[in-house]
T-cell receptor
Framework: DTGVSQNPRHKITKRGQNVTFRCDPI?????LYWYRQTLGQGPEFLTY????????KSRLLSDRFSAERPKGSFSTLEIQRTEQGDSAMYLC?????????????FGPGTRLTVL | GESVGLHLPTLSVQEGDNSIINCAYS??????FIWYKQESGKGPQFIID?????DKRQGQRVTVLLNKTVKHLSLQIAATQPGDSAVYFC???????????FGAGTRLTVKP
């Protein structure tokens, strides 16, 4: 399967713990995006990378959140000192484009539950 | 069957009927629009897109209509099948802002 993959698929953690999620985009896609989705809502943009550069961050991305894409391939999203309000599905998407957004291919998501 | 997006988040249709899912977008400066389908436990899947200089675009069994005057987008699915059951999201994009915003979604249920 050459689609976008995310690990883990599910994560349950206690409030105050740190968690890290990984996204492997489609090979050679230069853009990688992170979204957060809560039940019944559409995905909310968090941040995106073009190659290894993080070009934009939403104000939803508090200082407890950090994302990296060190080699321009896979990306990690870390949440420090998790809060119950962080419980959501975290989606990753990738696209092959140098301008605009066009078609983004989404991964299956990582569902985070903070107890 | 027809929905009015955020005000009627669930649409139920009979198999074989046509479905219309509506979306009222928020930004008159949006340049580009996408419809996504999301099945339970999966990420959103691209269905069809349309640019702001178009008012209609057709795909296989799907048609997207754009009315910029009233900031309204619709997705028409012909001969709806059980496999079409999912939540459908519209997304609007403003190129200069690199900003893609999703609507809240409409759940489509197809009855056999």
């Amino acid at each position: 399967d050459t689609g976008v993959s995310q690990n883990p698929r599910h994560k349950i953690t206690k409030r105050g713990q740190n968690v890290t999620f990984r996204c492997d985009p489609i090979s050679e896609h230069n853009r990688l995006y992170w979204y957060r989705q809560t039940l019944g809502q559409g995905p909310e943009f968090l941040t995106y990378f073009q190659n290894e550069a993080q070009l934009e961050k939403s104000r939803l991305l508090s200082d407890r959140f950090s994302a990296e894409r060190p080699k321009g391939s896979f990306s990690t999203l870390e949440i420090q000192r998790t809060e119950q309000g962080d419980s959501a599905m975290y989606l990753c998407a990738s696209s092959l484009t140098t301008s605009g957004w066009y078609e983004q291919f989404f991964g299956p998501g990582t569902r985070l539950t903070v107890l | 069957g027809e929905s009015v997006g955020l005000h009627l988040p669930t649409l139920s249709v009979q198999e074989g009927d046509n479905s219309i899912i509506n979306c009222a977008y928020s930004n008159s400066a949006s340049d580009y629009f996408i419809w996504y389908k999301q099945e339970s436990g999966k990420g959103p899947q691209f269905i069809i897109d349309i640019r702001s200089n178009m008012d209609k675009r057709q795909g296989q069994r799907v048609t997207v209509l754009l009315n910029k005057t009233v900031k309204h987008l619709s997705l028409q699915i012909a001969a709806t099948q059980p496999g079409d059951s999912a939540v459908y999201f519209c997304a609007e994009i403003v190129y200069n802002n690199n900003d893609m915003r999703f609507g809240a979604g409409t759940r489509l249920t197809v009855k056999p």
